[in-house]
């Protein structure tokens, strides 16, 4: 069981929008701006889209947002992508140089 | 840009050691601004953060894991490794090197990322 939860799948029609939750405790993502989000489609290593809770590491298109409030972070995809379908892991900073991940959510594009 | 290259076996005995290695180019091992981890994803499952080395050889471990992990770096041959002894077959897995940057504020998000492999542990 993964530290951090994440609904199994979320779905959107081309164009629409859709948000993926990840939720932790007090320890990981309530008290660190350390989260940060995963993309991976299959048989692929993950893919780094979202650093310190809503950074954007160069390359990532800005249809990829993210925030945090208490102990839930979000990823939203905006404009959905034929190519945005894949698998997508939350990650926090848990203190003590430990971090934790969510279980994924498989995001289908309609 | 850095390229990270996982090498080992693919298949380890219950009880056994799971060795890894993971070489690194397009730039050092030595460079201050990173920490090198590893991480895994048993087969259809989430990510496993396993623990991480900074150049010097300072480690910390996943708690979970703390009793049968060692990961260590050789400099010189641009290379560090993870060691996981006494495996079970909920060690089986695809195990991935990776980096951790230094941000501004602190290390976050893991940004460059080798292909991965898959060990299973099986008799």
């Known amino acids: 069981q993964s530290a951090l939860t994440q609904p199994p799948a979320a779905s959107g029609a081309p164009g629409q929008s859709v948000t993926i939750s990840c939720t932790g405790t007090s320890n990981d993502v309530g008290v660190y701006n350390y989260v940060s989000w995963y993309q991976q489609h299959p048989g692929k290593a993950p893919k780094l889209m979202i650093y310190e809770v809503n950074k954007r590491p160069s390359g990532v298109p800005d249809r990829f947002s993210a925030s945090k409030s208490g102990n839930t972070a979000s990823l939203t995809v905006s404009g959905l992508q034929a190519d945005d379908e894949a698998d997508y892991f939350c990650?926090?900073?848990?203190?003590?140089?430990?971090?934790?991940f969510g279980g994924g959510t498989k995001l289908t594009v309609l | 840009q850095l390229q990270l290259q996982e090498s080992g076996p693919g298949l380890v005995k219950p009880s056994e050691t799971l060795s890894l290695t993971c070489t690194v180019s397009?730039?050092?091992?030595?460079?201050?601004?990173?920490?090198w981890v590893w991480i895994r994803q048993p087969p259809g499952k989430g990510l496993e953060w396993i623990g991480r080395?900074?150049?010097?050889?300072?480690?910390y471990y996943n708690p979970s894991l703390k009793s049968r992990v060692t990961i260590s770096v050789d400099t010189s041959k641009n290379q560090f490794s993870v060691k996981l002894s006494s495996v079970t077959a909920a060690d089986t897995a695809v195990y991935y090197c990776?980096?951790?940057?230094?941000?501004?504020?602190?290390?976050?998000?893991?940004?460059?990322w080798g292909q991965g492999t898959l060990v299973t542990v099986s008799p």
């Open positions: 990776a980096t951790l940057p230094k941000r501004y504020s602190g290390y976050d998000g893991f940004d460059y």
């Open positions: 990650g926090s900073y848990a203190g003590i140089n430990n971090w934790v």
């Open positions: 397009g730039g050092s091992i030595s460079n201050n601004n990173y920490l």
């Open positions: 080395i900074y150049y010097s050889g300072g480690t």
